[in-house]
């Protein structure tokens, strides 16, 4: 709750003064040009938004840092500001036109109440509104966490949605609602089908196919919809109130109640039946077969999502839900099997897995094997008691390598993590060495703690598609060896199927005057053995080349690469 408060204020309330300039134009433009339509101002403002959207990763982030962007955001906005003083003076000083000489659509009858709009297309423009939002954000969630962890995938939907608004208000009646009909709902049932159908669980390119293309026919028909509805001008403003507060419902189901009465991304479902309703809704007045068709199609939706619902827990032993996604415990094979085991996952991410056999279960698996870099990095300080921190806690993995005498501190944002590995896995009871578990911002934490004296400190935050970039910065690093030993080893587990994070680490250890080397271990035959890169630092050159640490290779440098710091970051660079 911290957070969206946080959030409310230093982006939401700059956001909603921002917000209001299209509709304050929009309502300028129709007083004084007599015959124009003031709705293409909106497919204006939104192609703005969709290539600032764009063109921030690509073109704004790889060149400038942060207080770059600021200075130049601030001088943009004061002329922004100039212009809309100019506009209002403009505006002002121009004689004033009849407020409903702009053509509007011809709408059924019961949507207009007088001079007012009934509340019935009213409550309509909301559901509209409402539905494209949360299927934004249900789709968003669906293919980055469920189908693949591609960096920058979030951009491809809300691109889409973008561009629907733009297609829909941009006046040149590209929304045909006499046949778009049917083409939503081949598209919903899809969808759907897609939902349930687990043998096509692991098509990337159907799933991501189907779910992109489903998203844009469903967000054109939702704001194609608003645009044939849209009032006379002088009801402009009400008019995108009720866009923006849809808009504003539909992320609240998704992001905030959604989170506390589901323990999966059900949203994504119920948005699908939403939309359904819908277009039963426009199908009724389409004619009968229109509508029967509709309604066969709603009534197909609805049960694939429930059915989803129900069976989400089918192979799914454990599972939880908060701010920070879905996580999941599956269990794998049957007591008294040689690979009986429980594997924790974030979405298609895995985070480690525990054998259930007690002769087996302390044994480090994954990408914590003896035989990988933060493995051997701990084998080379077994001389004496160990101090190892951990940032990232997973299943508790690395708690196996505990002795009596050693302290292993894990740091982890989310609380439900270390619930699921005190519940269900046992690396953190079974371990001999005391452990102590942070909960909050690994860096804030690090940040008020007194140096540690860590022999040994895991950085294990970069496997997802969206990386914490706080935490492999030069300050970053700077803070993790003022809490290592003079010999201490920081270990990055940089495993990563799209980004190539090991150039980024070395070029922040050689600022900091420190040594790097890199361990890759490569996926075996036997699947026991996951592929692993870990890339290890240290000012004592010494330290990495102990006899314990094997196979140790130079780590790739990218001279052409800007260092990243707490100002500067390129995600897009790094991509493989």
Request: hydrophobic share 50%; with cysteine; glycine share 10%.
């Amino acid at each position: 709750m911290r957070i969206l408060l946080l959030l409310c204020a230093s982006v939401g309330l700059p956001y909603l003064v921002l917000a209001s300039t299209s509709p304050l134009l929009q309502a300028w433009f129709a007083r004084t040009r007599p015959g124009a339509n003031p709705y293409r101002l909106f497919a204006v403002s939104n192609a703005a938004s969709l290539a600032a959207l764009v063109g921030y990763p690509f073109v704004i982030e790889p060149w400038l840092g942060g207080s770059e962007q600021v200075v130049l955001w601030s001088w943009l906005f004061a002329a922004f500001a100039l212009a809309c003083a100019a506009l209002a003076w403009s505006s002002a000083r121009s004689p004033a036109s009849a407020p409903d000489c702009v053509p509007a659509p011809a709408l059924p009858p019961g949507d207009q109440a007088g001079d007012g709009i009934a509340p019935g297309v009213a409550l309509l423009w909301l559901a509209l509104t409402a539905t494209g939002s949360a299927l934004l954000l249900a789709v968003t969630n669906h293919i980055t966490q469920n189908i693949a962890a591609i960096p920058l995938l979030w951009l491809a939907p809300l691109t889409l949605y973008l561009l629907t608004f733009i297609l829909a208000f941009e006046g040149g009646n590209l929304y045909r609602p006499r046949w778009f009909w049917i083409v939503c709902l081949v598209w919903l049932a899809g969808m759907t089908w897609l939902l349930i159908d687990a043998d096509r669980q692991f098509d990337m390119g159907l799933q991501l196919g189907m779910y992109l293309s489903g998203l844009a026919v469903a967000c054109f028909f939702c704001h194609g919809e608003l645009y044939e509805r849209r009032p006379a001008p002088r009801h402009l403003t009400a008019f995108y109130l009720t866009i923006a507060a849809g808009g504003a419902l539909g992320g609240l189901f998704v992001a905030v109640l959604a989170p506390l009465v589901f323990v999966g991304y059900h949203e994504l479902g119920i948005g699908l039946v939403a939309c359904a309703l819908l277009v039963v809704v426009r199908c009724r007045r389409l004619g009968a077969v229109p509508g029967v068709m509709g309604l066969g199609v709603l009534l197909a939706v609805t049960g694939g999502s429930v059915y989803e619902i129900v069976h989400f827990r089918n192979d799914v032993s454990a599972s939880a839900r908060n701010f920070y996604g879905v996580l999941r415990v599956k269990e794998y094979g049957r007591p008294g099997e040689d690979g009986h085991m429980r594997r924790l996952l974030h979405g298609v991410i895995m985070h480690g897995e525990q054998f259930l056999d007690p002769e087996r279960r302390s044994q480090p698996t994954t990408y914590y094997r003896s035989t990988s870099g933060v493995g051997m990095a701990i084998a080379s300080k077994r001389d004496h008691p160990m101090r190892v921190g951990v940032i990232g806690l997973g299943t508790g993995t690395l708690a196996a390598y505990g002795r009596g005498g050693d302290v292993f501190r894990f740091y982890d944002i989310n609380p439900e993590v270390l619930r699921i590995a005190r519940e269900q896995f046992t690396y953190l009871a079974d371990s001999g060495a005391k452990i102590d578990v942070v909960l909050g911002d690994a860096r804030l934490a690090l940040e008020r703690e007194a140096p540690q004296g860590y022999d040994v400190l895991a950085v294990d935050a970069f496997s997802s598609d969206a990386i914490p970039v706080h935490l492999i910065t030069l300050e970053a690093l700077a803070l993790y060896l003022r809490h290592l030993r003079p010999d201490g080893i920081a270990a990055f587990h940089v495993s990563n199927r799209f980004l190539d994070l090991g150039p980024v680490v070395a070029r922040l250890a050689r600022e900091n005057g420190a040594h790097v080397t890199g361990v890759y271990e490569k996926a075996g035959e036997d699947e026991d053995r996951t592929q692993s890169d870990w890339i290890l630092v240290s000012r004592d050159a010494a330290a990495l080349e102990h006899a314990e640490i094997l196979d140790a290779e130079e780590v790739e440098d990218r001279p052409e690469w800007r260092t990243w710091t707490d100002d500067y970051s390129n995600v897009f660079q790094v991509i493989k």
